[in-house]
Nanobody
Framework: VQLQASGGGLVQAGDSLRLSCVVSGYRLAVGWFRQAPGEERKFVASINWNGSRTNYADSIRGRFTISRDSGKNTVNLEMNSLKPEDSAVYYC?????????????????WGQGTLITVSS
């Protein structure tokens, strides 16, 4: 399984940004985590293998939307109304079990991180 994340960058507060993760693998749940300096890696959002179920962290609910394009094997994270506290390295992750993608320690596959910096 390989995960290739892209889409990070420097934006201003209130801006929008989209992260994408190209996933190689079959029937995998996919999610996003983020890690700010000095903090643990935290769950952001997840989507099950066919896109019928999604889950969000309370801190981003209503601002971020996760979706998947099965034809392109891509999972996107649309991020709106970005805040400085959203600044972090964002990681794409996957696991055969949807329920595992709530806890970093239980998630099996990881992509490289992509940095998002939100200036105030």
């Amino acid at each position: 399984v390989q995960l290739q994340a892209s889409g990070g960058g420097l934006v201003q507060a209130g801006d929008s940004l989209r992260l994408s993760c190209v996933v190689s693998g079959y029937r995998l749940a996919v999610g996003w985590f983020r890690q700010a300096p000095g903090e643990e890696r935290k769950f952001v959002a997840s989507i099950n293998w066919n896109g019928s179920r999604t889950n969000y962290a309370d801190s981003i609910r209503g601002r971020f939307t996760i979706s998947r394009d099965s034809g392109k094997n891509t999972v996107n994270l649309e991020m709106n109304s970005l805040k400085p506290e959203d600044s972090a390295v964002y990681y794409c992750a996957a696991d055969p079990a949807y329920g595992n993608i709530r806890t970093a320690g239980r998630t099996k596959y990881w992509g490289q991180g992509t940095l998002i910096t939100v200036s105030s």
